[in-house]
């Protein structure tokens, strides 16, 4: 970190703000809410937000109570989309303590986005202490139940009041806490993969390896139509050539052949650069398996498939963390991958993760950012 850095984010960090919530839902009702808290639908009793204006620069940090906003109508992100986000959990860990994974790569990657959105970047330790200082306020929203944890969502939206196209004047950073059990709830079993024929999800030169909200507006039709179709997920092929698989509507793409080794597509600037795909291949490189990145055709998948060249093949991201993939169809028909079920080194890459997050295993590449 830089000395500028760190005095622009140490003067921030001087004035953040704690207004604890007078109403706090009660120990009952929270023990409630925490037994099946599913996904995305559990919220805690507090929100972090900063102000940012061209004139003042990032100012008015706080720890409030969670409450609705009120935006002007004409607030810019409500025409013209200029909004990122971040998806990040905070785990409790098995001697009791509490720990992110990686956040510092969350806060590179959101400082990413705001560039190619043409956003402000935050100060990566005023967004380390936004989340930490939440995560502390509501630990006690962190579920006990085998895969819990607290989803952070950090994201940053336009909040300029004018219908100008332009990038906005000013923002609001805000992050959200979301108690969550585990993603899918028939645990390790697969999802289906319908190809999209009709949409892509990105293009060279847009905005596919940028975490905003628009990519995720674009993909909902093509995800609706997997689900018409019996499927779960969409999966995405390149813009260009229509040829390469790219990834799923939220997740990144795994192939496991015979031969022990994994292929993932290259980030040539249309994929999201996930922090679990990341993982992913340090993990498997640390343990001698061949990790390469490299395109992939849906036509090699399914001839791979077929063949059983190609014996797993799985989805991965923060929500999920690890989701193996049973089957894919297109209109040329469907294919089945491996068993159908859940792969062998799918399992181990999950199980292995998973054992980091929670403080069961080493923890020899540093990710855990420990709060205690
Ligand atoms: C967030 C996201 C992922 C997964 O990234 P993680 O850092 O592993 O959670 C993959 N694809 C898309 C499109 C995403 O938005």
């Not at 004018?162 to 906005?168: E, I, N």
């Not at 993909?219 to 689900?227: C, H, N, R, T």
């Not at 080794?261 to 922090?275: K, N």
Request: a negative charge; hydrophobic letters at 40%.
């Amino acid at each position: 970190m830089s000395a500028i850095t760190s005095a622009v984010s140490a003067a921030v960090s001087a004035v953040f703000r704690h207004e604890p919530n007078a109403t706090p839902v009660d120990a009952n009702e929270r023990a409630k809410r925490l037994i099946d808290p599913g996904f995305g639908r559990v919220f805690t009793d507090h929100m972090a937000l900063i102000r940012y204006s061209e004139t003042k620069g990032w100012h008015d940090a706080q720890i409030t109570a969670r409450a609705p906003l009120s935006i002007d109508p004409a607030s810019s992100v409500l025409h013209y989309a200029q909004e990122i986000f971040e998806g990040m959990k905070a785990y409790r860990l098995a001697d009791g303590g509490t720990a992110l994974f990686r956040p510092e790569a969350n806060a590179r990657r959101f400082n990413r986005s705001a560039q190619r959105m043409a956003m402000p970047e935050i100060p990566e330790a005023l967004f380390l202490e936004s989340i930490e200082r939440l995560v502390r306020t509501d630990a006690d929203w962190i579920p006990e139940s085998d895969g819990g944890a607290l989803y952070l969502r950090p994201f940053m939206f336009a909040s300029e009041v004018f219908l100008g196209v332009k990038p906005s004047a000013e923002y609001l950073y805000m992050v959200l806490a979301s108690s969550v059990g585990t993603y899918w709830k028939n645990g390790a079993s697969t999802v289906s993969l319908w190809v999209s024929q009709d949409y892509t999800r990105a293009a060279p030169g847009g905005t596919g390896e940028a975490k905003c909200g628009g990519n995720y507006a674009t993909s909902l039709v093509a995800q609706a139509e997997a689900i018409r179709r019996g499927y779960d997920q969409v999966v995405f092929l390149d813009a260009r050539e229509r040829k390469y698989v790219e990834e799923l509507g939220g997740m990144n793409v795994f192939f496991v052949f015979d031969d022990g080794s994994i292929v993932t597509p290259p980030l040539t600037g249309t994929i999201l650069p996930g922090i679990t795909r990341d993982s992913i291949l340090t993990l498997a490189r640390a343990q001698g398996v061949d990790a390469r990145e490299e395109l992939y055709s849906i036509d090699q998948w399914r001839a791979d498939a077929t063949s059983g060249r190609l014996v797993e093949a799985f989805a991965c991201g923060t929500a999920a963390v690890v989701t193996p993939i049973g089957k894919v169809a297109s209109p040329e028909g469907e294919f089945t991958i491996g068993s159908g079920g859940p792969g062998q080194l799918t399992m181990r890459m999950h199980a292995a993760l998973v054992a980091i997050q929670r403080g069961t295993a080493p923890d020899p590449h540093g990710w855990l950012r420990r709060l205690d």
